[in-house]
């Protein structure tokens, strides 16, 4: 029967007998597999023409030529690739791979269930069908997110420990970032949960959709000055990366080369022994005296590494290079180090009394206020001292309150101020009616202190309806000692009843604080 089946292939192939002249329907080598019943063979690749009664769909492919393939053997390892749109050649789907869920053998016609395409697939439109091993990649793993996240999407249903696909590339296959791949740079067992790379995270949220984990893959460049750790790139960093001084637990090498350069490293070399906290001695140091007088002084290795401090002496004859403040750390014979020629001025310490470096004489933003002129402390300290000087609540030094209150309430007594956090003197108080005389049920007003013995600055009589007229004017002098500690008031009392109008008064008093810090509120 092979025989048979060879002698009538070869005859077909060979038109042996020159009696036949080419049809397209009998005589292509597809038309002859057809006819002979042999079919395409199955394989890692396999060609597919989409048969006449497909109905445009981005997930459903019906296929005429694939009778040999077993049903359900095309799902899961298996992709579609669309190689010709014959409605729109060039145009999605074409060049599209999709990976196959479902496979239907049904004889004359195949039907194959996909991930979407991004566009219809019709009928006449070619595909290939291809085995996963053909991937220029490795898959390790496949499944279904059950978490959609940019960053954090996970799988539940993985069984693998912990950080077992750390390096790997995640890439879904269908969805808003389908073949997106993203390296997965922490993997947990607990959830199938996978921290992607946070420098380069999905587009978008993928959805719950199919993925595949690759074996391979390529860093990315982090972002400028980041601060991630997770990986050889983050550790090197960027070109974008701006220089740094100061050693920490965040920043690139880049980073670090970067300031090393901007800093302008003058010379390296190593310490001798002799040295101390505040002193480094290297006989190779043959330089005139005060040759690195205020150029600084970087350790790059032993108990200061990292640590840089301002030169303020170098002395030829005993090759010593004297820095302040002081290191920590004693400096060991063998610490390297290197001097730079520009460096940021660290600030003192607050109320130093350091005399050596200019920052000494400007001083700290945390000095405290000083009123007394001495040898030893900043222009920070007297400014802080002169800006207290002219406080307004500095003892004995004279202060201005204000206040209004409405005459148009019900009879009773009202606060006008209060002493508050010292005692303070009372010198003045002035009451100002508005643009229109008093009237209503009102009889008279009256200011005084709410001590037990009150001490009275306008009384009754003063403070008659009468004397209420338009922008009239009521006021006091002389002296008198309010207690802060009992929180004492000065009060305004209203007799009689309301104005019936509103009637807003001005009221001004002039006082000292007995201690630095007391005023009227």
């Known amino acids: 029967m092979i025989i048979d089946i060879i002698g009538r292939l070869v005859d077909r192939i060979m ?20 006819a002979l019943g042999i079919g395409p063979a ?99 793993g496949r499944g279904t997110l059950d978490t959609s996240s940019a960053t954090v999407p996970a799988d539940s249903t993985r069984i693998e420990v912990d950080n077992y696909f750390n390096g790997c590339l995640l890439m879904t296959t269908e969805g808003a970032v389908r073949f997106q791949p993203r390296r997965i740079v922490d993997y947990t067992s607990v959830g199938g949960i996978f921290t992607l790379d946070p420098n380069n995270p999905f587009t978008a949220v993928p959805g719950v959709v199919d993925y595949i984990i690759i074996g ?17 790139a983050d550790v090197i960093g960027g070109k974008a990366d701006t220089a740094i001084y100061t ?47 205020g150029l600084c002084l970087l350790m790059i290795t032993g108990n200061n590494v990292g640590l840089a401090r301002r030169i303020y002496d170098f002395a030829a004859a005993t090759d010593s290079i004297e820095v302040r403040d002081a290191f920590p750390n004693a400096i060991a014979a063998g610490d390297v180090y290197v001097i ?3 460096y940021e001025t660290l600030l003192p310490a607050a109320d130093s009394a350091e005399n050596n470096l200019v920052r000494d004489v400007i001083g700290n933003k945390t000095d ?53 956090a010292q005692d303070v003197v009372v010198e003045k108080l002035v009451l100002r009616c508005p643009a229109l005389a008093a009237g209503g049920a009102l009889t008279s007003i009256s200011i005084q202190s709410d001590d037990a013995t009150p001490i009275v600055l306008i009384s009754s009589a003063a403070g008659a309806i009468a004397n209420l007229t338009s922008e009239a004017q009521l006021a006091w ?45």
């Open 15 to 34: 038109n042996m007998s020159n009696a036949r002249t080419f049809d397209r329907t009998t005589d292509s080598l597809e038309a002859i597999s057809n």
């Open 42 to 140: 199955v394989g890692l690749w396999m060609f597919g023409i989409v048969d006449a009664t497909q109905v445009a769909s981005a997930i459903t492919v019906i296929t005429n030529n694939l009778q040999n393939v077993p049903n359900d053997l095309l799902e899961g390892q298996f992709y579609m690739q669309v190689l010709y749109n014959t409605s729109a050649p060039g145009t999605a789907p074409e060049g599209e791979t999709v990976q196959i869920t479902n496979f239907v053998q049904g004889g004359a016609l195949q039907t194959f269930t996909v991930d979407a395409f991004t566009a219809n697939v019709e009928a006449g439109d070619m595909v290939c069908i291809f085995h996963q091993s053909l991937l220029p990649v490795e898959i390790l």
């Open 216 to 232: 391979d893959q390529t860093e990315f460049i982090p972002a400028a000055d980041g601060a991630n750790n997770r990986t050889p």
């Open 368 to 420: 405290t206020a000083l009123t007394a002129a001495t040898a030893a402390d900043s222009l920070m300290r007297y400014i802080k001292g002169l800006l207290t000087l002219e406080a307004p609540t500095v003892m004995g030094k004279l202060q201005i309150a204000a206040t209004t209150i409405d005459l148009n309430q019900i009879a009773g007594t009202y606060d006008l101020f209060t002493a508050t």
């Open 247 to 293: 050693p920490d637990a965040v920043s690139s090498t880049i980073r670090y080369l970067k300031g090393l350069m901007g800093a302008k490293i003058m010379v390296t070399g190593t310490a001798d022994a002799g040295s101390d906290a505040d002193t480094l001695v290297d006989a190779a140091r043959t330089e005139a005296d005060n040759y690195w007088n």
């Open 477 to 521: 002098t002389g002296a008198m000692l309010l207690d802060a500690g009992t929180g004492a008031k000065i009060r305004l009392t209203i007799n009689g009843g309301a104005t019936g109008v509103a009637y807003v008064c001005d009221v001004i008093a002039e006082c000292r604080a007995v201690v630095a810090g007391g005023y009227l509120a």
């Open 340 to 342: 730079l020629g520009d």
